[in-house]
């Protein structure tokens, strides 16, 4: 099994988890060892999961201006866990790779494996909805075909991306490829870099 098989694999596995209560309450039940690689790319997309409907809820007009607030700070700290874990599988991927011998030539990709992970988590969430929208009993004829639609773009979109991941990784373990890790320098939550908390 590839590793883009294996991402969409456990991915959708949390996915389906996550819809059997369907509530943002719900605690996380990861079926995989704390040291696996498995474990972190789960506790990915669950975290993934939960914020897709964190922001499904805040966008309700009637939504409680505290309750709202409240909610947006559970976004915050949902974003920082997000790239926390995407930092984490960066460093599995770094210590994989540890030992292999870049090439002469080699070149540097756009973003690390991690973050186009992070993307092929996100991917699968919007296949799961798209399809519900798509199979909607109580929806129009044209708005089930226009999600059909839509539902087949971003099937493209998960293969084609699936692929670059994989070759990327072969590139990366062939010496073709190096990766750098540049951590994530978020300022908005550091109290000493936002103006708006050190200036209190």
């Keep these: 099994m ?8 456990i991915f959708n596995q949390a996915i389906r988890d996550y819809h059997i209560k369907d509530d943002i309450e719900t605690p996380i039940n990861n079926p995989y060892d704390r040291d696996e690689i498995e474990n972190r790319l789960y506790l990915k997309c669950w975290i993934d999961t939960v914020q897709w409907h964190f922001e499904d809820i805040i966008r309700d ?3 409680d201006p505290a309750e709202a607030l409240a909610l947006k700070r559970r976004i915050d700290r949902s974003n920082q866990d997000r790239t926390d874990l995407v930092e984490q599988i960066d460093s599995y991927f ?10 002469d030539g080699a070149t540097i990709n756009t973003e690390s494996p991690a973050w186009a992970v992070d993307r092929l988590s996100i991917l699968a969430l919007k296949i ?3 399809r519900e929208q798509a199979e909607r009993d109580d ?8 999600c059909q639609a839509k539902l087949d773009v971003l099937l493209e979109q998960q293969r084609d ?9 072969d590139d990366i373990a062939a010496g073709r490829k190096y990766m750098k890790v540049y951590r994530q320098m978020k300022m908005y939550n550091d109290p000493s870099t936002n103006p708006v908390l050190y200036k209190k």
């Design 94 to 103: 770094r210590q994989k790779y540890s030992d292999v011998k870049v090439l």
């Design 139 to 146: 929806a129009t004829e044209e708005h089930r075909a226009k």
């Design 2 to 9: 590839s590793f883009s098989e294996l991402c969409n694999q």
């Design 128 to 130: 799961y909805h798209m």
């Design 161 to 169: 991306l699936s692929t670059a991941i994989d070759q990327l990784l």
């Design 61 to 63: 007009p009637h939504i």
